[in-house]
């Protein structure tokens, strides 16, 4: 879900007609980012406190981590618009592409399209535009695990803006898809999305964050997030909170 930014750094260039265009801020949409993290974690500090029941702490901790999942989707969404709408270079082309590919599957509409067939686009692509031809419901760009958001990042976006996806460690890249996995099993309860879990949970590049599910499989995850992992000072939630927050700060 997106997190709705109204973006308050930015900056004007002349278009098409001499139109003001206004470009959105990615650290505006990074800080808010991180503030929306800042904010959960205060939210769940404060309800986790104030439940005596165990199992209680646990829905809490299940919903807090579900919340978190809805603001990196937003955060990712918020991004690519953003990278978008500064440089369309890589975005357009690729609309072009993909208009070319369909184009040539025909003889007759390429035929039409050679003879009296032009194909522009504006020099600004507004967030509308974006979603419009990212997704053709409008919906957020939303990815189900990150080597996909890294493969369109690289399609869509500029290499200097690909690069902050790109550039994540394989533990950050990996804590990504646990969120995503934790996320899918609260949502959908099912046997599927819980073996998925499980095994996004087992990778060895987790390790070193106290996340890494060791041999025991588990399908309690409010009650696994509220725990502290041997040898680490703080439960798993706030780590993979601390992570993203990471994360975000390398934008």
Wanted: positive net charge; glycine residues 6%.
């Amino acid at each position: 879900m997106s997190s709705n930014l109204t973006p308050t750094a930015t900056y004007s260039i002349k278009g098409n007609g001499g139109t003001d265009l206004r470009k959105i801020s990615p650290n505006d949409i990074r800080d808010d980012f991180r503030q929306q993290l800042s904010d959960l974690t205060t939210f769940h500090n404060t309800g986790f406190a104030a439940f005596t029941s165990e199992a209680d702490q646990s829905t809490l901790t299940e919903h807090s981590l579900l919340a978190a999942a809805v603001t990196w989707e937003g955060f990712v969404s918020d991004m690519f618009i953003a990278y978008i709408n500064r440089d369309a270079t890589r975005f357009k082309q690729h609309l072009k592409d993909s208009f070319e590919t369909h184009l040539n599957a025909s003889s007759t509409p390429k035929r039409v399209f050679d003879a009296f067939g032009t194909l522009t686009f504006p020099l600004h692509l507004k967030k509308a535009d974006v979603l419009a031809l990212a997704n053709s419901m409008g919906n957020n760009i939303t990815f189900p695990n990150f080597d996909q958001l890294e493969q369109k990042a690289g399609t869509w976006l500029v290499a200097a803006h690909a690069a902050k996806f790109s550039g994540l460690t394989a533990q950050q890249k990996a804590v990504v898809n646990s969120v995503i996995a934790l996320r899918n099993n609260i949502a959908h309860r099912s046997k599927r999305s819980l073996d998925a879990m499980n095994d996004v949970l087992a990778l060895g590049v987790l390790h070193p964050t106290g996340i890494r599910r060791l041999n025991n499989r588990f399908h309690n995850v409010g009650a696994w997030l509220k725990s502290i992992p041997v040898g680490c000072r703080e439960t798993r939630f706030v780590i993979i909170i601390n992570i993203l927050d990471g994360i975000g700060a390398a934008f």
